[in-house]
């Protein structure tokens, strides 16, 4: 069974400052997805970027970037110039290619952001 | 503002009882899927529905049935509560029903089971 295990339950990073959050997964399927998504205190999941494994470009959304090494299994999320409002709850979701709707989520890393 | 719109906010209840929660996709997609968050377990698939049809069934109870109906619209039927059922329940859709799509989550409906 693939899983999603997230090993920084809390983060913390000065404002401007660039943090990395972890993500590791186990899967023994070659095709597949990958998501970051943040839950801000309003609850709301957001998704805030998506790699595909074929791709072996890292994925970049404005500050947000990615490091996918797929022998690794490993897709961390980089934050460069971190803002108040990048605070919130991060998760790390896998999805197999194909399938109907079953994202699988980490525990999640609770970032914090310091003025 | 997802466009997935979820009520009611808050619900809180008894052990025993029955509830129904509902979601609203956003215009256009044809996919809803229901997510199950509590401390314990996180963030868990419950069931997915595409153009009325059930098309994915994660670890939903037997207590929990769901439905969507011709207006795209679904409803989560929990029934038999017991106290562990508390949690925040979302609802998602997309387009489509695989593989990249982008999710659109709604804000949550928080369950108290008391």
């Known amino acids: 069974a693939q899983t999603v295990t997230q090993s920084q339950p809390e983060m913390s990073v000065q404002e401007a400052e660039t943090v990395t959050l972890s993500c590791t997964y186990d899967?023994?399927?070659?095709?597949?997805?990958l998501f970051w998504y943040k839950q801000p205190p309003s609850r709301q999941m957001i998704l805030v970027i998506r790699?595909?494994?074929?791709?072996?470009q890292n994925a970049t959304e404005n500050r947000f970037s990615v490091n996918f090494q797929k022998a690794a299994k490993s897709f961390s999320l980089k934050i460069s110039d971190s803002q108040l409002g990048d605070a919130a709850m991060y998760f790390c979701?896998?999805?197999?290619?194909?399938?109907?709707?079953?994202?699988?989520f980490g525990k999640g890393t609770k970032l914090s952001v310091k003025p | 503002d997802s466009g997935v719109t979820q009520t009611p906010k808050h619900l809180i209840t008894a052990t025993g009882q029955r509830v129904t929660l509902r979601c609203s996709p956003r215009?256009?997609?044809?996919?809803v899927y229901w997510y199950q968050q509590s401390l314990d377990q996180g963030l868990q698939f419950l069931i997915q529905?595409?153009?009325?049809?059930?098309?994915a069934k994660g670890n939903i109870l037997e207590r929990f049935s769901a439905q969507q109906f011709p207006d795209l619209h679904s409803e989560l039927n929990l029934s038999s509560l017991e106290l562990g059922d508390s949690a925040l329940y979302f609802c998602?859709?997309?387009?489509?029903?695989?593989?990249?799509?982008?999710?659109?989550f709604g804000s949550g409906t928080q369950l108290s089971v008391l």
């Open positions: 998602a859709s997309s387009v489509g029903d695989r593989g990249p799509e982008k999710l659109f």
């Open positions: 899967t023994s399927e070659s095709d597949y997805y």
């Open positions: 790699q595909e494994a074929y791709k072996q």
């Open positions: 979701a896998y999805r197999r290619a194909g399938s109907q709707g079953n994202l699988i």
């Open positions: 215009s256009g997609d044809l996919s």
């Open positions: 529905y595409y153009n009325g049809e059930e098309r």
